[in-house]
């Protein structure tokens, strides 16, 4: 349905900032419910925000208040601001997608088996 492809990992020190990109090829049209995950060494792959089809935004408290989702539509570019970062931060960052419905435009979920489109996925290192 679309094809993902995740940039902008690096890094840093603890309290910087980066700005994770992932390009969108779309190849089914249609609305797409979207969102950022990560996966740390030995852990499960957890959800850090997401964007809804009508452009509502939720966070992992982890992160609220220090990351910001968006997306260019023009650009068909899905962005993840972090800032402030911390060393529990670290891990591989994946972007997915999930096509809806024009009467589901406002679902999206933190929950990775919810989306069935993801990208390879981009590495943050946050040192202290």
């Known amino acids: 349905q679309v094809q993902l492809v995740e940039s902008g990992g690096g890094s840093v020190q603890a309290g910087g900032s980066l700005r994770l990109s992932c390009a969108v090829s779309?190849?089914?049209?249609?609305?797409?419910?979207m969102a950022w995950f990560r996966q740390a060494p030995g852990k499960e792959r957890e959800g850090v925000a997401t964007?809804?089809?009508?452009?509502?935004?939720n966070y992992a408290d982890s992160v609220k208040g220090r990351f910001t989702i968006s997306k260019d539509n023009a650009e068909n570019t899905l962005y993840l601001q972090m800032n402030s970062l911390k060393p529990e931060d670290t891990g591989m960052y994946y972007c997915?997608?999930?096509?809806?419905?024009?009467?589901?435009?406002?679902?999206?979920?933190?929950?990775?088996?919810?989306?069935?489109?993801w990208g390879q996925g981009t590495q943050v290192t946050v040192s202290s």
């Open positions: 997915a997608a999930r096509v809806v419905t024009a009467f589901s435009l406002t679902a999206s979920s933190l929950s990775a088996i919810w989306y069935n489109n």
């Open positions: 779309v190849v089914t049209r249609g609305q797409y419910a």
């Open positions: 964007i809804a089809g009508d452009g509502y935004t």
